[in-house]
């Protein structure tokens, strides 16, 4: 067919599965979701764990990405569903031969882990057996969508300026959600892979409590301070939380305190996959929450009016994709009043690749005509009688004329 | 003996096509290389609204996704460069190819792209034939002719032959039924300035469908054509391939780009970015000018130096007062509404085109005002209904580009003109001034600004010097390798070149067809 490769995705609804399925989309796959389907524009076959998946699913797949998990249900007996689930999967995709299928364990996975949930990923890792079917031992995502762990450990960082925690000088593997939607398309694409478990995870350490006030400073501005529990208590005390908090618990707690450190550097480097550290990862926080007072301040200039949510997200995705991704230094009172640029506005000097504020000023009017509350002041359908046009045009003109000279002097550092 | 190596065509741009279809039907293997990644359908949305439903009605909902893209691409900076690489190309357009190809440009703007349908993927769609003294004197001109035929009945063009500028651009294709034209357009054609000025305005020929052809659909009047097709109406190349793909004798890769064209001894042999050798049993060069120009010299070995043809361009605007106040057309087309020929005195000739100022962005135009933001949008909203923005082209002789092979790989394009070139582009500034104001369109005081060389595309010229290659395509000193893109178009007239490069790429694809095939 004259298309790209074919990328099946179970658990594509999930924290990691929708950003993988947007990257893979932007990698040139195609995608299709085995489950629920992250949004309308990904096609998906109905399919629950444990289920044989539907022919038409598999046909034709080059590679399968198995992130789909079923959280047993409290107090279950007998053998988790995963396991049965996963080996029915993969009768499929050797019966289909598809050519890579990559299983989403976790850093955790070992045989003899504290936790049940690394047990869990170490037994279903073991059905995995033809040399296409890899493992990526996947380390601690943060970034993305505020959900997971990830979005848990932002509730919990937002919530308290001082958070007791047990482990917290463990050290902890972290993988930005970006980075590791990387790896798993790499995994799914390479021709020759030398082993059978990858580990997608930073191969250098960070304590659990330095990422959380990394976190906490970075992503939410504000000093965290971490206090070192013992784990025994802690676990009395999460068993009373979760009956409020039912992601809090146990498993939880264990599942942090007890993670084990891998020596992936070999992978990442065989992978050609590139890790930041933490601190890295998490600067576009810091510079988001200055780039939307600014977007805020431009958006209201040029549309007259509050921008809605949604152009006012668009002006911050712009300016970090395409923009330099930095906040201008604009000086309080602009962003305040954002009307007195009517007064600052330079006169011409469209910086190409500088990012100045005529470019900014252009793509927030970009922003304004995208939508119908800006694109109804620069498009008249209706008509006006013509003298009202003239005149119009004549007094704009002869407003602009004045403010010219004022913009010439005041706009000059802005160019 | 019949010899299983492919026919290698690369590149699945408008060249890459038309070259394609003739050695297909001929019942030769041919595999297509093409450096981009087939990432989905190429097309808009077909249910997207008109332009003026999207900017006007609040109930339609996430106008933005069809207007800047639902990855916001919308929003990057294309610096001097159409303004269509931003409304309508796809995310990342273009983007990896100056990289790819070492591109280092002085003087010059380059335009190109690794996706499926190369620039077709964004151009006008404007269409003329190329006559008599306009055609590279190396080129046949009776099998062109043909060509021109064979490829307007293949993608679909609309236009009329009882037109003012009928004569101009060729008259005996085969035609769909024009377009129609907006009340602005209709009310300037309608003018008959009294002549002797140089001026010819008409009708334009489109590769727009105005009746369905195959699975692509007529023109649904939407008006957003500078956000791209919704319903195939504009001819992509990238459209043709499923076509292609069903028979049997045709193969196409994605993401398989040719970094260099050798020889084993029996043939050539093509290596792939990922180190991949093809071996073929010609290859046919139709990755765009700067691509294949690239592959060849580099091929050849050596620092040699070769003229790089393009068309100066400039952009104006003019102003119909008696329109002031108007509203805005919700029904029609929004590609180029009317074109127009201004003969200069002495110094040869300007051709272009006059779009609809409010089929296209606002803001780019806003960009040229030295108002303040809400200043500019208060004028342009006022200015839009009577104001059309137009497109010129002088011809190719006027500029004096070199590309020339770096030591490295990479590509030296250094942008320049002849000396005459910027008296010759205000003389027919002028000249268009005083014809345009006697039909009641005033150009708008500095908004004729050419544009830096390079940034309106349109190179050729190349390699088709006889040093370089033959009238057929064939690389002097590369056996078993052929051009068929504008890189063997060696005269450029003020027309637009597309069409004229897709027939000579099928006159090419015939004749090869027939070589090869031992006819």
């Not at chain 2, 909902?61 to 929003?75: E, F, K, N, V, Y």
């Not at chain 2, 109406?233 to 064209?261: C, H, K, M, Q």
């Amino acid at each position: 067919m004259v298309a790209g490769p074919r990328l099946v995705i179970t658990g594509a609804a999930g924290y990691i599965g929708a950003a993988l399925a947007a990257a893979a989309r932007r990698d040139g796959w195609r995608v299709v979701a085995l489950g629920r389907s992250p949004d309308p524009t990904v096609p998906s076959h109905p399919w629950r764990l444990g289920e044989d998946p539907p022919a038409e699913a598999l046909a034709g797949a080059d590679a399968v990405i198995h992130l789909a998990h079923q959280w047993a249900a409290p107090g279950a007996q007998g053998e988790d569903p995963n396991i049965p689930g996963t080996e029915r999967l993969l009768e499929a995709t050797r019966r289909h031969g598809v050519r890579r299928v990559v299983f989403a364990s976790s850093i955790s996975a070992r045989e003899d882990a504290l936790n049940a949930y690394g047990r869990l990923k170490w037994r279903v890792e073991q059905t995995l057996r033809a040399p296409v079917e890899l493992s990526a031992r996947i380390g601690l995502v943060y970034g993305g969508a505020d959900a997971g762990l990830w979005g848990l450990l932002c509730k919990l960082v937002r919530l308290t300026p001082i958070l007791p925690m047990v482990g917290g000088g463990r050290p902890i593997q972290p993988i930005r959600m970006d980075e590791l939607c990387d790896g798993l398309l790499r995994l799914a694409r390479m021709p020759a892979p030398t082993r059978a478990v990858y580990g997608l995870a930073s191969p250098t350490t960070i304590s659990f409590s330095a990422f959380l006030r990394t976190v906490a400073r970075l992503r939410f501005h504000r000093p965290l301070m971490v206090i070192s529990l013992p784990l025994g208590p802690v676990l009395a005390a999460v068993d009373l939380v979760s009956r409020v908090v039912p992601a809090i618990n146990r498993e939880r707690v264990l599942g942090l305190a007890g993670l084990p450190v891998i020596d992936n550097a070999a992978d990442i480097a065989e992978l050609g996959l590139e890790i930041r550290s933490v601190v890295d990862g998490l600067a576009p926080f810091a510079r988001r929450k200055a780039i939307l007072r600014e977007g805020r301040a431009l958006l209201r200039y040029v549309l007259g009016v509050s921008p809605p949510m949604g152009m006012l997200r668009h002006y911050v995705t712009g300016i970090e994709s395409y923009g330099g991704g930095r906040p201008l230094d604009l000086p309080a009172p602009l962003l305040t009043v954002p009307g007195l640029l009517r007064l600052a506005e330079p006169v011409g000097g469209k910086g190409e690749g500088r990012h100045t504020l005529v470019e900014r000023l252009e793509m927030a009017m970009i922003l304004a005509e995208s939508q119908p509350v800006g694109a109804r002041r620069l498009y008249d359908y209706g008509g006006t009688p013509r003298w009202k046009s003239v005149l119009g045009l004549v007094g704009i003109g002869a407003i602009e004329a004045l403010l010219l000279p004022v913009r010439m002097v005041l706009g000059r550092r802005y160019r | 003996m019949s010899d299983a190596r492919p026919v290698v065509v690369v590149g699945s741009g408008p060249a890459g096509v038309s070259v394609a279809w003739p050695l297909v039907e001929a019942g030769l293997p041919v595999l297509m290389l093409d450096a981009g990644a087939e990432a989905g359908p190429s097309r808009v949305a077909a249910d997207r609204s008109s332009l003026a439903s999207l900017r006007t009605d609040f109930g339609t909902g996430r106008s933005w996704r069809h207007l800047i893209g639902p990855t916001l691409s919308g929003l990057r900076n294309v610096g001097y460069a159409s303004p269509k690489l931003r409304t309508s190309a796809a995310p990342g357009f273009g983007e990896d190819y100056a990289v790819a190809l070492g591109l280092d440009a002085s003087g010059f703007r380059a335009v190109g792209a690794f996706s499926p349908g190369g620039l077709s993927a964004v151009w006008g769609a404007v269409v003329c034939a190329f006559q008599g003294e306009e055609l590279d004197p190396r080129i046949d001109a009776g099998a062109l002719d043909e060509s021109y035929r064979r490829v307007a009945a293949r993608i679909g063009i609309n236009g009329s032959d009882d037109d003012p500028l009928a004569d101009y651009l060729g008259r005996g294709l085969p035609l769909q039924p024009p377009l129609p034209v907006s009340s602005a357009a209709a009310a300037l054609l309608a003018k008959k300035g009294p002549g002797g000025d140089g001026l010819t305005v008409g009708r334009l020929r489109t590769a727009i469908l105005t009746r369905d052809l195959g699975d692509r659909n007529a023109c649904d009047l939407g008006r957003a054509c500078m956000w791209g097709c919704g319903v195939g109406a504009i001819y992509n190349s990238a459209d043709e391939l499923p076509a292609l793909w069903g028979r049997d004798n045709f193969t196409l890769r994605w993401r398989a780009e040719v970094v260099a064209v050798e020889s084993d001894g029996s043939g050539p042999v093509l290596r792939l970015r990922d180190g991949e050798k093809v071996a073929a049993r010609a290859v046919i060069l139709a990755a765009g000018v700067l691509s294949t120009t690239r592959l060849v010299l580099a091929a050849r070995g050596g620092g040699q130096s070769v003229p790089l043809l393009n068309n100066p361009a400039v952009s104006f605007a003019l102003l119909s007062p008696s329109r002031l106040g108007r509203p805005l057309a919700a029904v029609g087309h929004g590609a180029a509404q009317l074109g127009f020929r201004q003969i200069v005195a002495g110094k040869g000739e300007l051709f272009g085109m006059l779009y609809d100022a409010d089929t296209m962005s606002a803001v780019d135009i806003m960009s040229h005002m030295p108002f303040s933001r809400p200043g500019a949008a208060a004028v342009a909203r006022r200015l839009l209904p009577a104001v059309m923005l137009g497109l010129g082209y002088l011809p190719g002789a006027y500029s004096r580009n070199r590309v020339t092979l770096a030591a490295d790989g990479g590509l030296k394009i250094e942008g320049e003109t002849s000396a005459d070139c910027a008296a010759t582009m205000a003389a027919a500034g002028k000249a268009l001034r005083r014809s345009m104001a006697r039909l009641g369109a005033h150009m708008l005081p500095g908004s004729f600004r050419p544009y830096p060389p390079g940034a309106e595309v349109h190179y050729a010229g190349t390699l088709a010097r006889p040093e370089d290659s033959t009238a057929d395509g064939a690389i002097v000193g590369l056996p078993g390798v052929v051009v068929a893109d504008a890189s063997v178009i060696g005269r450029l007239p003020a027309k637009t070149h597309t069409f004229t490069a897709m027939a000579n790429a099928d006159r090419i694809g015939r004749l090869w067809a027939a070589r090869l095939s031992g006819v």
